[in-house]
Each structure stands twice: as structure tokens, then as C-alpha cells.
């Protein structure tokens, strides 16, 4: 791995070598992280860095753009056919650049917009008063039923009645059941706003076609190439034919400048990956180990935001277990699994301690782990909860921890020899 850098720079290598057993040693459960395919890691770090280009084929601003452009154009039809939309911009640099890019196709400053609160489990780019686009337009916040956990549409429906926002937006970062989207794009219509999803979470599942689609619902849907889509650390937008060239103008020179043409190359060869049958697999059994897991911690005594997943993620309500957020991910990382914590809806705790913790499988799916390994992983997550200050019970759990993921490679042996 890295054989020039091992020379000429061994302190940095170290790092990456040491982040590289990290991984290999760890049980990562951040619903956010995926591992990406090698051919991603080749691609990204391919001669398009050198390349400097902005614009779009058949107008651009610098030379030599031939093959840029062909890289372009095959990526954008890739994505289009993989989602089934009518037009896609695969510029931005990420999933909240994304998100920038759509706002600044269809906002004016002072525009109003209707999303989900952060800790209801909307994103911070959804105009969280922490992120600067709340400097720019008027945002209102929906949430879910304390009840249930679900979005509560027929509150959102009122909401939309008497707020009259330019934008609803929907899509989450901590929501683990399918969202109603031709229920939120009816009430656009009703209140003649844009209906926008951000479907950062769920790209992977929506393109392997395990879970139902935004695309036919909504104006734009923008997401990360990370997470499920298990490519760069990247960003795409699609939208419908009559919205194409706002996007393009909102994107560049609308908000971004020249594009990284390496992680294009990257998400270019991943949108023909996710239309494979082995990554389809991998998303299919994303959705049972999920499933696996809320059901196993239910068993075990943990409450569930939302009662189950419909995706590759869970979240869970600790109180019951009285341990915090961020003690469960502190405790838990000391003995090689990775998860993080997570503020609940009208969470009492603030967002660095909080009372509940994100787990998602994808990771460990694509390793090759199944339901067998996820009631193991459970048993230990219990383990911990109930007795976290107990030293000889973490030593237990790392040893149980270690053997599980141990038989299970991140990538083939042999990957990184030089
Ligand atoms: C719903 C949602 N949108 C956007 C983002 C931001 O993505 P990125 O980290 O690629 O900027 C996230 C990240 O967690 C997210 O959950």
C-alpha cells in the first residue's frame, strides 16, 4: 500500500497503515461508512487530479477536456439509467454540497423552507441554526410522532398550509423507516412548493431498487456517494427534465467551481457497479442484517426510535439501559466496535452526550457478515450496556468482538501487498 509514500514520507504512511488495521480490526457500525470497492480507491486517485475543468461538455473554460468530457457524459448517463431520472449533475464535491448546489438552483435569500429538525433526524445542511444556510433562507422544522417515531405527514400537512414554503424537504440522516414521499409530494403540489429528497442514506438501496425510489416523486433528490451508494466521498444531484437547467446553472457557476474530476471517475464506475447483481445482494442482505439487528436488540431490552428499520440502520432510545450516548460509543470503541451517538427525537440530552446511539450494518455486510454474526455482535453490545465500568467484562467483550470480525477480511488478503 502506498509504496512511493512508504519512502518518502513513512511518518504519514504510518498513519495510514495504522487506519488501515483500524478498520481491519474493528467492527464499524457508523450508519454513514461503507467500504469502498478497490477499483473506487484506483479511480479516485487517478490522473483526473491533475485535471483542471469547469463547465460542462460542449461549454467549458479550460483545454484539453476531451476526455473529461467523456468521463462526464458517460457518468451522468450511468446515473441517469441506474435511478431512472431524467437528468443528473454529478459535480459537487459531497452530500451537503449537494444540498447547496439545489438551493442555490431554486432559493432566493429569505426564500422560506420546511424540513425535518435536526433532532427529529433531518441533517444539519437542512438549515440546523449551527449550519450558515440558516443565515441565508427562513427555515421551519417538522418532527416525527413522539408516539410512534414516524414523520407525522398530516402535522407536516398543516405545517406546509400555513407556512407556504418555496422548498419542503425530506430525507434523513437518523430515520430508520421509509418515508411516504407521493404523500410529502402531494402536499407540494397542495402548497405549490418544491419537493427536494436527500437520500444520502439510502442511495444504495434505493439504486439496487431494495426500498422504493424518490425519484418519481420529487423535483430533486440529491445524495453522498458514500454510506450505502459505497463509493467516493462524493455527491450527485438528479432532478427532473424541466428543472435541468436551473440545476446546472445553481451548481456551476452557481455555487461550486472546477470539479473533481477523480471521484467523478469513481462514482462513474460505481453507478455501473450498483446495477450488478452482486451489489444488489449486498443491499438485500443489508436490509435482513438490519432487520436482524432491531429485532435482537429489541429482545435484549433496547428501545427502538421508530419501533424497527426499514433500512440499513437502527437507532436506539439507551435510557432504558441508563448509559449514555456518548458513553456507549466511548466504551464500545475501546473494545473494537464503532458506532456513534445520536441525539433522539426531543432528545433531553445535549447533541455531545445524547441519549441514544446510530448503528447501521453496511460495512459489516459487505465483510460477509449475516444474522448469525449480528446476534453474536448484540449479545455484546448488551454485554457492555449493562456493565460498562466492569474492566474484566470489556476484556471479555474485545476478545468476542476481535474473534467475530476477524474472519471476515475488509478487502482480499493480498489487496494492499506492493
Ligand atoms: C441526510 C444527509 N444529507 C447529507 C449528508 C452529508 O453528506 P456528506 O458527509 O457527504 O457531506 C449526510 C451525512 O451524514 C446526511 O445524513
Known sequence: MLKNTRKSDPELYKIVEDELHRQENNIEMIASESTVPIEVMELAGSVFTNKTLEGYPGSRFQAGNAQADELEILACKRACELYGADHANIQMYSGTTANYTVYASILDPGDKVLAMRLDQGGHLSHGSSANWMSKIFNFEFYGVDPATGLIDYDALEKQAEEYRPKLIIAGASSYPRLIDYERIA?????????????????????????????????????????????????????????????????????????????????????????????????????????????????????????????????????????????????????????????????????????????????????????????????????????????????????????????????????????
Open 186 to 418: 402531494e402536499i407540494c403540489k397542495k402548497v405549490d412548493a418544491y419537493f427536494m429528497v436527500d437520500m444520502a442514506h439510502i442511495a444504495g438501496l434505493v439504486a439496487a431498487g431494495v426500498i422504493p425510489s424518490p425519484i418519481p416523486y420529487a423535483d430533486f433528490v440529491s445524495s453522498s456517494t458514500t454510506k450505502t451508494f459505497c463509493s467516493a466521498r462524493s455527491g450527485m444531484v438528479f432532478c427532473k427534465a424541466e428543472h435541468a437547467k436551473k440545476l446546472d446553472h445553481g451548481v456551476f457557476p452557481g455555487s461550486l467551481g472546477s470539479m473533481h474530476l477523480q471521484t467523478m471517475a469513481a462514482k462513474c464506475w460505481s453507478f455501473k457497479y450498483a446495477a450488478s447483481d452482486e451489489f444488489k445482494a449486498i443491499m438485500a442482505q443489508v436490509l435482513k442484517n438490519a432487520k436482524c439487528l432491531a429485532d435482537e436488540l429489541l429482545a435484549h431490552g433496547f428501545d427502538l426510535i421508530g419501533g424497527t428499520t426499514d433500512n440499513h440502520m437502527v437507532v436506539a432510545d439507551l435510557r432504558p439501559k441508563n448509559i449514555t450516548g456518548r458513553k456507549f460509543q466511548e466504551v464500545l470503541d475501546s473494545i473494537g466496535i464503532t458506532v456513534n451517538k445520536q441525539q433522539i427525537p426531543d432528545d433531553p440530552a445535549s447533541p455531545m452526550v445524547t441519549s441514544g446511539v446510530r448503528i447501521g450494518v453496511t460495512s459489516i455486510t459487505q465483510r460477509g457478515l449475516r444474522e448469525p454474526e449480528i446476534r453474536q455482535i448484540v449479545d455484546i453490545l448488551d454485554r457492555v450496556a449493562m456493565d460498562p465500568d466492569n474492566e474484566e467484562n470489556l476484556a471479555k467483550c474485545k476478545a468476542d468482538a476481535q474473534a467475530i470480525i476477524s474472519r471476515f477480511p475488509l478487502y482480499p488478503a493480498g489487496t494492499f501487498d506492493d
